[in-house]
Each structure stands twice: as structure tokens, then as C-alpha cells.
């Protein structure tokens, strides 16, 4: 099927069978290979971009089902937390930072619309509250098998500010 994808605000055009993941059309088609594939099957947050500012396993998603709609990889990020993460040290090997970073990102959003994590039952203080254990909740499904979690951590309270 002939699609056309919006990713990093480029439109491109790919021609993929329609059990393509958004990951394998990503990587394979568009050659945009800094996201990565972990588990393949949603469990490690590798793959994580963001579709229309929100965070999803790309390895979980049909690349026919985001026709028309803005992709960004780790290849279109230009965030704060990319220096924050170099500067605390919130990464090791690196495999799983663009799938954090970009999972961070979504998860700021969120944060900022106020969404409530599972560690309070108050949104107002969810909206301003940003904890350790706040942060750990909300990217818990980002893996790293390094365990750079107390670097990760402390990258993204520095970039939440
Ligand atoms: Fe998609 Fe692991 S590769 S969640």
C-alpha cells in the first residue's frame, strides 16, 4: 500500500504491506534507525516515538494506521533532556536512550496537561509534583538493562525544571 507519513515534519511517501509496524517502516523503508527495536512485542519502550506530540511503541503500531499524522523520532528531537541526559549520566550503552528520550518528552506533556500518575489520586498535584518515584511510575515501561535509572531520573527532573 502506498502511504504517506508526516516525520519530523517531512511528508514521505512508502510503499508497505499493511502488517508493517511503524517501527519496520521507520527503520526499513526510511532508513531513520535511532529508534530501536528491543522486544518487538511492546514490553521495553525501545521503540518509543511520539505521534502528534504522544508516546507509543512503534513496534505496536501499524505504520498504515498513521497516515497523515506527524511522527517524531529521536532523528527530529531538539529537547533539553537530550544535554540533561549526557550530563547525568542518564545512559550506558545508549540502545535504550531514544526510546526514553522521546518517551520523557511525551511524558512531560502529559504532566503539563495535568494527567495523574498512579502515585496520586490528585491531578493538581500530579500537574506540579514531579518526584523520583513519580518519574520512575510514569517511564516505567522504558527499560534500560544498563539500570542508568538514577541518571534517567535525575535527567528528567533537571529538564522538567
Ligand atoms: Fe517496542 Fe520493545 S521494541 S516495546
Do not use: W
Not at 71 to 99: K, N, S
Not at 116 to 127: G, L
Amino acid at each position: 500500500m502506498e502511504i504517506s507519513l508526516r516525520v519530523n515534519g517531512v511528508a514521505r511517501e512508502l510503499d508497505v504491506r499493511p502488517q508493517v509496524s511503524l517501527l519496520d517502516a521507520l527503520r526499513e523503508h526510511l532508513g531513520l534507525t535511532g529508534t530501536k527495536k528491543g522486544c518487538d512485542q511492546g514490553a521495553c519502550g525501545a521503540c518509543t516515538v511520539l505521534a502528534d506530540g504522544e508516546r507509543i511503541n512503534a513496534c505496536l503500531a501499524l505504520a498504515v494506521q498513521y497516515e497523515g499524522r506527524e511522527i517524531t523520532t529521536i532523528e527530529g528531537v531538539e529537547h533539553p533532556l537530550q544535554a540533561a541526559f549526557v550530563g547525568f549520566d542518564g545512559l550506558q550503552c545508549g540502545y535504550c536512550t531514544p526510546g526514553q528520550i522521546c518517551s520523557a518528552i511525551g511524558m512531560l506533556a502529559e504532566v503539563k496537561q495535568g494527567e495523574p500518575s498512579a502515585v496520586t489520586d490528585d491531578p493538581a498535584e500530579a500537574a506540579v509534583e514531579l518526584d523520583d518515584e513519580d518519574i520512575r511510575e510514569r517511564m516505567s515501561g522504558n527499560l534500560c538493562r544498563c539500570g542508568a535509572y538514577n541518571g534517567i531520573v535525575s535527567a528528567i527532573k533537571e529538564a522538567a525544571g
